[in-house]
Nanobody, 129 residues
Framework: VQLQAFGGGLVQPGGSLRLSCAAS????????ITWYRRAPGIERERVSC????????TYVDRVKERFTISIDKAKNTVSLQMDSLKPEDTGDYYC???????????????????????WGQGTQVTVSS
């Protein structure tokens, strides 16, 4: 599967951005899609992820109630709606896919993978006044 992330930009604190991760080459039904963030001093933060199979989602605590991840199966795209943005949300955001094949995903206790199989390029998000 090939992934392309877009939608980043410069926004003031309190503003919103919507990131999208468009997939090609394979349906997302058999993957968990994760949004990661990289920033100075932060090698890889697992921001949020969603199962393409059952739609289960999970978020890192600091973005709960502000970010929403969703999947559009018709467009084979995963989106991350980011509201009430804060300067600490600044960073390069990457989407990546990890195959569900080995049965590691537990919908009762979903956890975003630290490693994924396929990666898109990053899209930069800057939250600053």
């Amino acid at each position: 599967v090939q992934l392309q992330a877009f939608g980043g930009g410069l926004v003031q604190p309190g503003g919103s951005l919507r990131l999208s991760c468009a997939a090609s080459g394979s349906s997302l039904d058999t993957y968990v899609i994760t949004w990661y963030r990289r920033a100075p001093g932060i090698e890889r933060e697992r921001v949020s992820c969603i199962s393409g199979s059952d739609g289960t989602t999970t978020y890192v605590d600091r973005v709960k109630e502000r970010f929403t991840i969703s999947i559009d199966k018709a467009k084979n795209t995963v989106s991350l709606q980011m509201d009430s943005l804060k300067p600490e949300d600044t960073g390069d955001y990457y989407c990546a896919a990890k195959s569900l094949g080995s049965g590691w995903w537990d919908a009762r206790d979903p956890r975003c993978p630290y490693f994924s199989d396929f990666w898109g390029q990053g899209t930069q998000v800057t939250v600053s006044s």
